[in-house]
């Protein structure tokens, strides 16, 4: 079963850095593009970074010069680079993977859409 696991999150003070990590897990073949979402309490969700297969990273306005979005193709892993937080981006953080292939025992190969982490809280105090 393919599942997305994030981890890093934490408490930390305003100014402060952290380091995101989203591992995917299970058989998969291939992977598009990986981002990362963020969800405060009360507020809808916002996307914060996304890059591609080929590597083409685009970020939100809120985050530029901020955050960097890394990945690594072998592990299937995706991470979120987070320097100089702010209170107001307290957040549950979650991953995002738009597609994948993955093969099934039964059936073969399969695609999966639109999968999500359970996600990583953090919280930045001022």
């Known amino acids: 079963q393919v599942q997305l696991v994030e981890s890093g999150g934490g408490l930390v003070q305003a100014g402060g850095s952290l380091r995101l990590s989203c591992a995917a897990s299970g058989i998969i073949l291939n992977i598009k593009a990986m981002a990362w979402y963020r969800q405060a309490p009360g507020k809808q969700r916002e996307l914060v970074a996304s890059?591609?297969?080929?590597?083409?990273?685009k970020f939100a306005d809120f985050v530029k010069g901020r955050f960097t979005i890394s990945r690594d193709y072998a592990k299937r892993a995706a991470y979120l680079e987070m320097r100089n937080l702010r209170p107001e981006e307290s957040a549950d953080y979650c991953c995002?993977?738009?597609?994948?292939?993955?093969?099934?025992?039964?059936?073969?190969?399969?695609?999966?859409?639109?999968?999500w982490g359970q996600g990583t809280q953090i919280a930045v105090s001022s």
């Open positions: 890059m591609n297969s080929g590597g083409r990273a």
């Open positions: 995002y993977v738009d597609w994948l292939l993955t093969r099934d025992q039964v059936c073969g190969e399969k695609e999966l859409f639109d999968i």
